[in-house]
């Protein structure tokens, strides 16, 4: 049987979930002022699509770049990057570490308010790291295991405390996404997970919050008591709700959006928005936001559980094909668990552990005991997709329609985004799952939390196959731990091989998010993770 596109995408349509088209908003883009040529100007309305209603506006408390792309205007992390992925200052100033590693110090930016007044000081980072990033927020939970303390000393200096060493580089990189701080005056005494600030946020940053309404917009406009002097420059931010693709893109074209970012449009749109003379149509500005197509395995399956039944499932799904027919080329295929991109830690000589050769497949199935009943069938697997981009689906139905190919027969059930992640991490009500995983410019950071054993139940994008590896465990702590440089890539490098060999997920497709911007807005994509930045210096040309 041949696996077309034509094919998939009709297959795939049973599965999308029908969405409500969002209104518009009618809002002024024009900037005050013209300004010299390339000189910035005051003013002007960023409209900005954001796919997905956010339950939650509180990066403290929930790692995603669906709330990056709104509350990093509002709420600022202690670091962040520049354009070559290097750290820079943001309410951390400078930084340094003892040499054994476990006691690192920040000092922090002075004269900086919060946007109801009240002075942003070290208490405020104590309270974010020992109650929030230490206990509640995704990724950092793991990050944060072995903070023991955050000492005040003064205002403006934060002293942590760790009882294993913490590789400052380590640190830093994941403070860019998982250091955003939120004020303590106003979440300490409170449920955390309640307060009325997780989705009307108050911060330190360019931006102050002023509206939500569900299902339509998010509205920020321009603090003018920014600790960056005359910053920023645009005047208001609307984020509009557009879950339905050719309506975002509909709305793209006509001028109602000057941007859409981390691959929120369909992906035909955006091979073909590469030549529209408005929109630079570019994975530039998102280098430190690499993605992969993954594929989870219930290890409470028993079919599931003998690394032969997962090794032939990935021999028998021809990814280059799936790239270049279904992806528009954008990806390719990965090689374990730490992407190309990862200059520090990716290993040299690496290639894709299980290629397609359904020969292969069939010779494992049959090796485990799992031969073709008279009806071609071997067994039947429960599918979820976890539906972060039409990709997903896609990838879902090609994954059913290859496994049938080699009798394993497939059956996907589609829930929605919430559904997925509760059906998959919570209830375990899966035999197999897929969506995406971002890499954060070290594998301690998002990934290796995908792999170590003991994270909180039901957190969603950890270990919650009912798998355990003693000797993976400790290569992760290991890993982590170490702070000579060269020492950790070896590690890294270890646990690769370790991981390749065992199995105990796939992370299959290694890509890069495409963001669409109108040439009107200036200094966009001028750092590494620019849609999760504050956009202070952007602005609109007149």
Known sequence: MNITRRRLLISSSALAASLPFSSFLSAATTAKGGGAAGAPVQGGTLSVHIAAEQRILNPALRASTGVYIVTSKIIESLVDLDAQGNIVPQLA????????????????????????????????????????????????????????????????????????????????????????????????????????????????????????????????????????????????????????????????ETGQLQLSAYSQISLADLDRLKNHPDFEVTSKGSEANVFNNTLEFNFRRKEIADVRVRRAIAHAIDIPFFIENFLYGQGKPATGIIPSISSKFYPADSKQPYPFDRQKAEALLDEAGYRRASNGQRFKLKLVPITNGEDVTLFATFIQQSLAEIGIGVEITNYDYAGSLSAVYKEHNFDIATGWHQYRGDPAVSTTVWLRSGSPAGAPWTNQYGWQSDTIDKLIDDAASEIDPQKRRALYAQLVQEANEQFPVWFAIERQFYSVVNKKLKNALNNARWPSSSWHDAWLEG
Do not use: C
Not at 95 to 124: C, M, N, S, Y
């Open 93 to 252: 100033t400078e930084w340094h570490t003892t040499p054994d590693g476990k006691t690192i110090t920040f000092k922090l930016r002075e004269q900086v308010k919060w946007h109801d007044g009240q002075p942003f000081t070290a208490r405020d980072v104590q309270y974010n790291a020992l109650e929030l990033w230490k206990k509640q927020l995704n990724y950092s939970t793991a990050l944060q295991q072995h903070l023991e303390s955050v000492d005040t000393p003064d205002d403006h200096t934060a002293v942590f405390h760790y009882s294993r060493p913490m590789p400052i580089e380590l640190l830093l990189r994941a403070l860019a996404d998982l250091g955003y701080v939120v004020p303590r005056h106003v979440y300490e005494n409170s449920n955390v997970l309640e307060n009325p600030a997780n989705t009307a946020p108050i911060g330190t940053g360019p931006f102050k919050f002023v509206q939500y309404e569900r299902g339509q917009y998010i509205i920020a406009t321009r603090n003018p008591d920014y600790w960056r002097k005359d910053q920023p420059y645009i005047e208001r931010i609307l984020w509009r709700i557009i879950t339905d693709k050719s309506a975002a893109t509909a709305a793209l």
